[in-house]
């Protein structure tokens, strides 16, 4: 059954039996867990990082960003995680799915090379970065032309 709520805790170590419902936060080790929100009883790890997710806590609830694509999984879930509210998204196309995955590699390589977050010269502001929708679009865009 599909989940609308999840609450969380945040732990030192992620256990090893995960409780459906749960989203499990480890800052020691910038990893949030929580089994697949459509109750397929997957475990899906999310790492916390410029180039992964990010995590926001109001002292009350807790959100994840961006949207988690369990393209993966069989049941190919995919739910944003907003206040501790599970609001579920349309499934991607295997074209989308594949632009996705591109495009995480890429924000990864940029990561580890330095280019998240900086400066291109010392001194310089950063460009804003464009959203990850925005990125999406423009390369659907590029590919049906």
Not at 32 to 59: F, I, N, Q
Not at 106 to 128: I, K
Request: aromatic share 10%; hydrophobic share 30%; net charge positive.
């Amino acid at each position: 059954m599909r989940r609308q709520t999840v609450s969380h805790e945040f732990v030192e170590f992620i256990p090893s039996e995960l409780v459906d419902g749960i989203v499990y936060i480890s800052i020691p080790y910038a990893t949030a867990s929580h089994l697949c929100c459509c109750g397929c009883g997957r475990k899906v790890v999310t790492e916390l990082s410029p180039a992964g997710w990010s995590l926001s806590y109001d002292g009350d609830t807790l959100s994840l960003y961006p949207s988690i694509g369990n393209w993966s999984f069989p049941c190919r879930s995919h739910y944003w995680i907003t206040r501790n509210s599970v609001r579920w998204a349309r499934r991607f196309t295997e074209r989308e799915i594949a632009l996705n995955r591109e495009r995480d590699r890429n924000d990864l390589e940029r990561h580890l090379a330095g280019g998240f977050g900086g400066p291109e010269r010392p001194g310089e502001p950063s460009p804003p970065l464009p959203s990850r929708w925005q990125r999406i679009r423009r390369r659907i865009r590029k590919t049906a032309v």
